[in-house]
């Protein structure tokens, strides 16, 4: 893992003061480390029998289809409002300073269906509630989380408690 972490830039004040931003389109454009961290996810999973592999949006695009490739699953995107041309559910969900919601496509997930939920990030955890909540109103089962970075300080863990949560890189502060 610490040869992943050294290949995510950090850049200070991004997007507003006072913020660490990790930058995974370094780990992204190195071959190898790409590579690693998609064979890491993968080996985790891979006895899981996954059905779908739901990304949210934007980064989650990335990671999820490689993993879904994988693991012989399909791929499922969770978008923000308005971005899906079928009939859609969507969940609101609190963030710290107002809402957001996100949607998936009704049909996407069919009821039984062993989902795994991927995003580049956990840090609160909000987003990808979210995404648990509206992936089980469509009677997906949610198997776990997987995730190439984690701020751990942020305790994002807890809000997604009882699923298998796995991730490639995590930072403590």
Known sequence: MNELKKLIREIPDYPKPG??????TTLLKDKK???????????HYKDHHIDLVAGIEARGFIFAPALAYRLG???VP???PKKLPAKTASVSYALE???????IHEDAVQKGQKV???????ATGGTAAAAVQLIRKLGGVVDGAAFAVELTFLSGRKKLDGLDIFTMIQYDK
Not at 33 to 43: M, V
């Open 19 to 24: 913020i660490l931003f990790y930058d995974v």
């Open 33 to 43: 480390g790409f590579h690693a961290l998609i064979d890491r996810l993968c080996d």
């Open 73 to 75: 699953a399909g791929f």
């Open 78 to 80: 969770v978008r923000k």
């Open 97 to 103: 300073y107002g809402t957001d919601t996100l949607e």
């Open 116 to 122: 795994l939920l991927c995003d580049d990030l956990l």
